[in-house]
Nanobody, 126 residues
């Protein structure tokens, strides 16, 4: 699966952005998808994960209640709706696909993801 993330940009605190991740490849619909973010000098962290069927989702504690992950398997695209953005959300955001097919979103770690997009920068000003 090849992934292309887009939608990043500069936004004021309290604002919203929607990231998109377009996938190519026939197995997108059977793979879990995740959004991760990384700040220079810090480890990459899980933002949100969605199962292949959209049945289960997982959110990192820092974004619960503010971000929503969704996917459209017909369009081979996964989305991250980010609301009530804070300056601490500033990071490069990456989308990724799981190595294995199927499964839930609850038991995944970064090691379960094997295909990564190029990243899109989100900057939240105070």
């Amino acid at each position: 699966v090849q992934l292309q993330a887009s939608g990043g940009g500069l936004v004021q605190a309290g604002g919203s952005l929607r990231l998109s991740c377009a996938a190519s490849g026939r197995t997108f619909s059977t793979r879990g998808m995740g959004w991760f973010r990384q700040v220079p000098g810090k480890e990459r962290e899980i933002v949100a994960i969605i199962s292949w069927s959209s049945t289960t989702t997982y959110y990192g504690d820092a974004v619960k209640g503010r971000f929503t992950i969704s996917r459209d398997n017909a369009k081979n695209t996964v989305y991250l709706q980010m609301n009530s953005l804070k300056p601490e959300d500033t990071a490069v955001y990456y989308c990724a696909a799981t190595i294995l097919e199927y499964g839930s979103a609850w038991d995944k770690s970064e090691a379960d993801f094997g295909s990564w997009g190029q990243g899109t920068l989100v900057t939240v000003s105070s």
